[in-house]
């Protein structure tokens, strides 16, 4: 069964570079279930070494991933979005077969065990609850340096003085 013929993707869409993913093309993607493909021992949880693929970040939600012995790197989009991983491939595993590919179980793998990007970098799934909301901030919604300056009532004070 192919993702064509269950109605969530089909065969000839496009998928933009990994550097110039969104959060609404990862959002668009398909909701993925890893944890049956790990239950299930499937080929691509399988193949989907995340300690020994390259992994390279190519925006807030937006990667590229090369399995071992591979040769291309595949454009994927992967996000947590209140607990549930959303994402696609632009792989043809992806595009065929009803699942998580290989290099989106590479990717999810290595955030699991901590590996490291191309770059050094630890491998983070975004969150969309997060990231997506930029505007949110932890004083409920001050700029801090500002929130010193000013009390309750828009009086002045001069770095942490006349707090009450």
């Known amino acids: 069964m192919s993702r064509s013929d269950t109605g969530s993707a089909a065969p000839s869409r496009t998928y933009p570079d990994a550097a110039d993913v969104t959060v609404t093309d990862a959002v668009s993607g398909d909701v993925l279930d890893f944890e049956a493909e790990r239950d299930d021992e499937t080929t691509s949880w399988e193949r989907g070494d995340g300690l020994a693929a390259l992994i390279e970040r190519a925006s807030t ?8 012995g591979g ?31 290989a290099h989106l179980c590479a990717l999810r793998k290595a955030a699991y065990v901590h590996a490291r990007t191309t770059d050094g970098e630890r491998v983070r799934i975004a969150s969309v609850a997060v990231e997506d909301t930029p505007e949110t901030r932890p004083d409920g919604g001050h700029q801090i340096e500002r929130a010193l300056r000013e009390d309750a009532v828009g009086g002045r004070r001069a770095g942490g003085e006349g707090r009450r």
């Open 61 to 68: 939600y937006g990667w590229r991933v090369t399995l071992p």
């Open 71 to 101: 040769t291309d790197a595949h454009s994927v989009a992967l996000a947590d979005e209140s607990g549930a991983f959303v994402g696609w491939c632009d792989c043809k595993g992806y595009e065929f077969n009803v699942g998580p590919c």
